[in-house]
C-alpha cells in the first residue's frame, strides 16, 4: 500500500511539475515575442491587457498587438523572469525587461510584474502589467547618445526625438536601433 502511495505521490508531482513548466514557457514566450504573429500564439481571442489597474474593457487582443509592433516588437523584447506564483489559472511574474534600445545605452531594464490569468484552453485571457515604482529613469543612460546624435546625425533625431521624447512607431524603432548602433561603433572606437 505505501508504495503504491508512493508511486501516486510521484506521479502527482511529477505532472504537477509539468504542468508548471508548460505554463511559465507560454508566459516566457508571451513575454519574449518579437512579432505580433508569434505573441498572438499564446492569447485567446477574448484576450484584453490593462495598464496598472483594470479601468475600461483594457486593449483588445488586435489593439494590443497593434501597440506592441508600434515600438516593443520591432526592439526585440529580453524579458527575464525573476520569481513567479500560480494561483489556480491565474500566475504573477516579477520580470526585469531590456531590448535593442536600453541594452546599447547601458540601461539596467526595467523591473515590474505582470498578472496573467489562463483560460480553460490554457491560452492568455487577460494580462496586468504593473510597473516598478523604483525603476531609475533611461533618459540620464540616453543622454550621451543624444549629444552624439545631436551633433553628428542631426536629422536622424529628429526623426526618432521630437519634443524631448521619444517618437514610438514601428519604423522609429527599428531607426533607434541603427542610431544606437552607429553610435556605439563611433564613440567606442576613440
Not at 485567446?44 to 483588445?60: I, N
Not at 529628429?158 to 519634443?163: L, M
Not at 533607434?176 to 548602433?181: I, N
Request: with cysteine.
Amino acid at each position: 500500500m505505501h508504495k503504491e502511495l508512493a508511486f501516486l505521490f510521484t506521479c502527482f508531482a511529477v505532472l504537477t511539475a509539468c504542468t508548471k513548466s508548460v505554463y511559465l514557457k507560454k508566459i516566457n514566450g508571451f513575454l519574449n515575442a518579437h512579432s505580433a504573429e508569434a505573441k498572438s500564439r499564446y492569447m485567446a481571442e477574448d484576450y484584453h491587457g490593462f495598464f496598472a489597474e483594470r479601468k475600461g474593457g483594457g486593449k483588445d487582443k488586435a489593439t494590443a498587438l497593434r501597440s506592441f509592433m508600434n515600438w516593443d516588437g520591432p526592439l526585440e523584447p529580453d524579458i527575464k523572469i525573476l520569481s513567479y506564483t500560480k494561483r489556480d489559472s491565474v500566475w504573477t511574474v516579477v520580470f526585469n525587461e531590456q531590448n535593442d534600445f536600453t541594452k546599447p545605452i547601458g540601461f539596467p531594464g526595467w523591473k515590474g510584474a505582470t498578472i496573467v490569468t489562463f483560460d480553460k484552453r490554457g491560452l492568455i485571457k487577460e494580462t496586468l502589467y504593473l510597473p516598478d515604482d523604483s525603476n531609475p529613469p533611461y533618459r540620464p543612460y540616453l543622454q550621451p547618445a543624444l549629444d552624439w546624435l545631436t551633433k553628428n546625425k542631426p536629422a536622424e533625431l529628429t526623426e526618432v526625438f521630437k519634443d524631448n521624447k521619444l517618437v514610438q512607431t514601428e519604423a522609429t524603432a527599428n531607426k533607434w536601433k541603427a542610431l544606437l548602433q552607429i553610435w556605439k561603433m563611433q564613440t567606442s572606437a576613440r
